[in-house]
């Protein structure tokens, strides 16, 4: 579904990201984990059409060039992320947030069909649908999010960032949702600093270092790897 090589960002004369690639297959769900300030998000902004880049190559669905393609045609071709930090109106409703998402969809049956469809898998914001977005908690904002990318139909989703800030009960729940998204048959590219919980989850994954990809592989080698286990699960060094 996304076919990225050599990616390269600037932020003025400093380069966040380094020329990396990386590949997301349809129905897969890959995350791309690493230290503070890697560049991740960065990554992630530039595939979501947030932030200019280069590339020497960056296809979605191997024919839909995204350096081309403004940010808004993105959720046409059904890619829709859900940023860091949430970015929910918290001066609307539950409701208002899900109608917004919904975007330039014309199906009203549907769209009330999707609704309660996602209603049914985060209960809690069916209870608060009138309550304006901001009074809810930061986990719930968090499904509030995701529910709402969810409301534009796309394929993929790219999530930024989705435990950051929360309770690990909370993060345990949010994952639990993305997992289920996942079976479900979504493809989702996850950026996560939360290294053990997103490799529970992802098939793939990326992890960056200083702008570029150091390791990459199935998540379940990964779980097992001792650099990844030093370097991001918090495992202490055994050699002398
Ligand atoms: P974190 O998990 O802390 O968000 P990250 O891996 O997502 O880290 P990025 O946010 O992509 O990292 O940042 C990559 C580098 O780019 C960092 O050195 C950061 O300071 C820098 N950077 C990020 N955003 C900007 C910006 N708007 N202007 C200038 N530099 C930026």
């Known amino acids: 579904m996304l076919d990225i090589q050599g990616l390269t960002v600037h932020y003025g004369g400093v380069q966040a990201v380094k020329g990396i690639g990386l590949q997301v297959r349809e129905r ?7 230290c503070n300030g890697a560049g991740k998000t960065t990554t992630l902004k530039a595939i979501a059409g947030l932030q200019p880049f280069q590339a020497t190559q960056a296809l979605l669905d191997g024919q839909h060039d995204l350096s081309r393609m403004p940010a808004h045609a993105r959720l046409k071709h059904g890619l829709a992320l859900v940023p860091e930090g949430r970015g929910v109106f918290t001066r609307m409703s539950i409701e208002e947030n899900l109608d917004l998402g919904a975007g330039i969809r014309t199906d009203k049956a549907d769209i009330e069909n999707d609704k309660e469809h996602w209603y049914t898998m985060f209960p809690r914001l069916k209870e608060r649908r009138k309550q304006l977005a901001g009074t809810l908690s930061g986990g719930e904002q968090q499904m509030l999010a995701i529910a709402r990318a969810l409301m534009g139909r796309p394929r993929c989703l790219l999530l930024d960032e989705p435990s950051m800030g929360l309770a690990p009960i909370m993060v345990e729940k949010i994952f639990d949702v993305v997992r289920t998204i996942h079976q479900q048959g979504m493809t989702v590219l996850l950026v996560e600093q939360n ?32 650099r990844i286990r030093q370097a991001y699960l918090g495992e202490q060094s055994t050699s002398v």
């Open 195 to 226: 290294a053990h919980i997103a490799l529970q989850i992802a098939d793939r994954a990326y992890v960056m270092d200083s702008g570029l990809i150091d390791i990459e592989g199935q998540a379940a080698d990964l779980i097992h790897d001792p």
């Open 28 to 34: 897969e769900l890959v995350c791309l984990i690493g």
